[in-house]
């Protein structure tokens, strides 16, 4: 009988192509399962209203409902750490461990994490953020020695809205970025529809393309200690060592 592996996932409320996407991927690992708690998340700006959303307790509370479910790892499946901070992140992460003694990460740690084992410093970036919040992603990553070479975004406060945006153009946004040549590309958010197309667009352009649904997912698993290996064929990410 194959091992059970239970994967919790605090959700954006307003996020709906996580939890679809998250549970496609999983049917090719027999066993795993993904689990989700969500807690209010509407709108993505630099403002307090916006920071405000991120603050620890709804977070935690969300964390300890997972943590009913005995999951074996618990992901931050959003994005908010690249732009309000790396600490922050690390910090939710150390509360969350703290509370449940789960082990804990980020859609933005695991994806530093992919970026290292990959050996990519020269970046693209792939969002549909407002331009203050891609510059700040940017100047956050250049902190960690990454180079953003190029990047778009669609300029929209979302974040139910950018699920709106279909696949062709995220795919356009993913092709103009991989013009300078980057190491890697991020499609970095993760109610965006950026996950199914990512291993095409991964042969076609000869780069890694790290959409943040299956980033997060692989960090989760690895995170567990479990093995990637077998949904390789959803994105490059997966062949990576944890």
Not at 39 to 68: K, M, N, T, Y
Not at 104 to 114: F, M, Q
Not at 166 to 181: H, I, W
Request: glycine residues 10%; contains cysteine.
């Amino acid at each position: 009988m194959t091992r059970a592996l239970r994967l919790g996932m605090l959700t954006p409320s307003s996020n709906t192509v996580l939890e679809p996407l998250t549970a496609a991927m999983l049917a090719d690992l027999p066993g795993a399962s993904a689990h989700f708690a969500r807690f209010r998340v509407v709108a993505i700006d630099l403002g307090e209203g916006s920071r405000a959303q991120f603050d620890l307790s709804p977070v935690l509370a969300a964390a300890e409902l997972l943590a009913d479910a005995k999951v074996h790892a618990i992901c931050w499946n959003g994005t908010s750490g690249s732009w309000l901070g790396l600490d922050q992140d690390r910090t939710l992460c150390e509360a969350i461990t703290a509370r449940t003694g789960i082990p804990a990460t980020t859609a933005t740690l695991a994806l530093l994490r992919a970026f290292a084992a990959l050996g990519a410093r020269r970046i693209g970036l792939v969002t549909p953020y407002l331009a203050e919040v891609q510059q700040a992603i940017a100047a956050r990553f250049a902190e960690q020695g990454l180079q953003c070479v190029a990047e778009r975004h669609l300029e929209d406060p979302g974040n139910y809205s950018f699920a709106g945006h279909d696949e062709a153009v995220v795919a356009r946004l993913v092709r103009e970025v991989a013009a300078a040549g980057p190491e890697a590309i991020a499609i970095h958010c993760t109610n965006f529809r950026g996950g199914r197309i990512a291993p095409a667009l991964e042969a076609e352009l000869g780069i890694p393309v790290l959409d943040s649904v299956a980033v997060s997912l692989w960090g989760a698993i690895g995170a567990a200690g479990a093995e990637a290996a077998p949904l390789r064929a959803h994105g490059r990410v997966f062949g990576l060592r944890w």
